[in-house]
T-cell receptor
């Protein structure tokens, strides 16, 4: 079974809709991250969380919000989706003892029409 | 702020040829350095990493990278390309402080021709 799972894997939505992307992990890691990937731009950090009560904005947090419901769950919300949020979204986890190595989920491909 | 530059958004090699993917970083302190690989329709997988110690790091699938502080580089190499190496490769950097964020390069797409 995958250590980091993301649901849904693919999603099509319309402009203005609210959607939530979910991430769960069984690795026991305390740190979790959300990235978006766009062609030619690499991965950019949206939000990150070091534990349930510690949530931080990344470099491109505008238009997004997150919720850390438990150590193992970290959700990303688009309150009002817009077409330029069409991207591939990745969740990742890490733990202090592994020197910042991040482990990635399979990704969610989002299309905003 | 840290930055990572991957020279060449697309590299094409023949099967059996040397693979060289370039990565340069900017950091005011010795960084941690990573290479990740992304196969089509998959997430990112750690290929190798440099933290401290030996500057030549060996990873999975026959890849290796050398940390050169004087050149601020961490280039990825493989002596002989295989068709299964076709993927996108990302270099990433993080400083050694308490900040656990990674800064990624824009990626290099490797194509392997038969």
């Amino acid at each position: 079974d995958a250590d980091v799972t993301q649901t849904p894997r693919n999603r099509i939505t319309k402009t203005g809709k609210r959607i939530m992307l979910e991430c769960s992990q069984t690795k026991g890691h305390d740190r979790m991250y959300w990235y978006r990937q766009d062609p030619g731009l690499g991965l950019r950090l949206i939000y990150y969380s070091f534990d349930v009560k510690d949530i931080n904005k990344g470099e491109i947090s505008d238009g997004y919000s997150v919720s850390r419901q438990a150590q193992a769950k970290f959700s990303l919300s688009l309150e009002s989706a817009i077409p330029n949020q069409t991207a591939l979204y990745f969740c990742a986890t890490s733990v202090d003892s592994q020197l910042k190595t991040q482990y990635f989920g399979p990704g969610t491909r989002l299309l905003v029409l | 702020a840290q930055s990572v530059t991957q020279l060449g958004s697309h590299v094409s090699v023949s099967e059996g040829a040397l693979v060289l993917l370039r990565c340069n970083y900017s950091s005011s302190v010795p960084p941690y350095l990573f290479w990740y690989v992304q196969y089509p329709n998959q997430g990112l997988q750690l290929l190798l990493k440099y933290t401290t110690g030996a500057t030549l790091v060996k990873g999975i699938n026959g890849f290796e990278a050398e940390f050169k502080k004087s050149e601020t580089s961490f280039h990825l190499t493989k002596p002989s390309a295989h068709m299964s190496d076709a993927a996108e490769y990302f270099c990433a950097v993080s400083d050694q402080g308490s900040n656990y964020k990674l800064t990624f390069g824009k990626g290099t797409l490797l194509t392997v021709n038969p």
